[in-house]
């Protein structure tokens, strides 16, 4: 019910209360103006009851969320989708996958990257679980990127040592399903990934260039990122999935980035969104 304790949420549920008990009395009234005689005789006390039960009933079943949220863009022609689901089990789609500035890939104890973790599930689902492969895969892109700095093993002891920028996008995979890997964290010494609002706004504009360069107008589905381990701590999860929204739809006034962008929560998460008012903002911008 706390899609429906918010102003928003309480003032739609008031609107359809009253626009449905207004409507079935007003056909009441018709019915006794036309017959000159009350629909029930004797019984108007609990007919008015049964009416505003019924209203409010309907009012909260009109404010009900959807099952998903959707947007259609006309200009350009894309849809925009936040649904629960697994990221992985988007087949129809190129994914979007998130790394740091050093794309560590190491799952073991947890301690670089978790297991649990959509890297660490990428790592797994995509990879078979193989880290050479995905570590060379990754490496020859990066060959081309520049290195902003290289730590020591003394100031980090574990996984990988070559910083790169903030924002740097990686197109693994073929054109058929791509897997653009994109560093919108910056990984410390102590392990700990730590990213801002401003970082990841710089890492999704990259991304949607990315997308658009090599995407082909194919579906896109990416998870919230920055929302768990990556630490954007000045914004809780819906806030920073209405900057992903909010970019995207900034970058698609300038070209088509792809044809249906899908954001793919947990539906632990998914039931936690608030999607009155996410549909309420998708509709807005």
Not at 37 to 43: N, T, Y
Not at 87 to 92: C, G, V, Y
Request: charged residues 25%; hydrophobic residues 45%.
């Amino acid at each position: 019910m706390r899609w429906v304790m918010t102003g928003r949420g309480l003032r739609r549920w008031a609107f359809h209360s009253f626009a449905a008990f207004g409507v079935v009395a007003l056909l009441l009234q018709s019915y006794q103006a036309i017959w000159d005689r009350p629909l029930w005789p004797g019984h108007a006390g609990q007919v008015a009851v049964a009416v505003a039960l019924a209203s409010f009933l309907y009012g909260l079943i009109r404010v009900r969320p959807a099952k998903a949220v959707v947007r259609d863009l006309k200009r350009p022609a894309c849809r925009i989708e936040v649904v629960p689901g697994d990221l992985f089990e988007q087949d129809d789609s190129h994914l979007v996958v998130g790394f740091t500035d050093t794309f560590d890939t190491d799952v073991t104890d947890d301690r670089v990257v978790q297991a649990g973790s959509v890297q660490g599930q990428f790592l797994e689902r995509v990879y078979g679980g193989d880290r050479v492969r995905l570590d060379a895969d990754l490496d020859k892109l990066l060959a081309a990127e520049p290195v902003v700095t290289e730590l020591t093993r003394a100031t980090k002891p574990y996984g990988k040592r070559r910083r790169h920028l903030v924002g740097t996008v990686l197109v693994l995979g073929d054109p058929r399903r791509h897997f653009f890997a994109v560093a919108y964290s910056r990984m410390g010494p102590n392990l700990v990934a730590q990213s801002s609002a401003d970082q990841l706004w710089h890492s999704l504009s990259r991304l949607w260039a990315a997308a658009h360069e090599h995407g082909q107008r194919r579906p896109l589905a990416m998870p919230v990122v920055g929302a768990t381990l990556a630490r954007v701590d000045a914004l809780d999860r819906e806030a920073l999935l209405r900057l992903i929204l909010l970019s995207f739809v900034a970058a698609s006034r300038d070209h088509l980035v792809t044809t249906r962008l899908r954001v793919v929560l947990r539906p632990d998460e998914f039931a936690d969104v608030n999607r009155a008012e996410l549909k309420a903002f998708l509709d807005a911008i």
